[in-house]
């Protein structure tokens, strides 16, 4: 094959693998950033949730029904 072909297909192939790099990049940032985002909710939830209980049994968690003994009928 042609030196130039080479290096036109070398080149080619380069920018698929540097374009696919930076997709997959910016998958990994999307979830972390929806991760980070649904942690800062449930702090925040549960932290109401808490507030709103008041002292009930003295907890600052709320209970839920899993954690209460009983299991959910689904799983």
């Not at 997709?23 to 940032?29: H, L, M, Y």
């Amino acid at each position: 094959m042609h030196p130039d072909i080479l290096r036109q297909l070398a080149a080619e192939h380069t920018r698929d693998l540097i374009t696919e790099a930076g997709e997959a990049r910016r998958t990994r940032e999307a979830r972390h950033t929806q991760r980070r985002r649904l942690a800062a909710h449930l702090r925040r939830s549960t932290r109401l949730a808490a507030q709103q209980s008041g002292s009930r049994r003295g907890s600052r968690i709320p209970v839920t029904p899993a954690a209460d003994g009983r299991v959910e009928a689904s799983r």
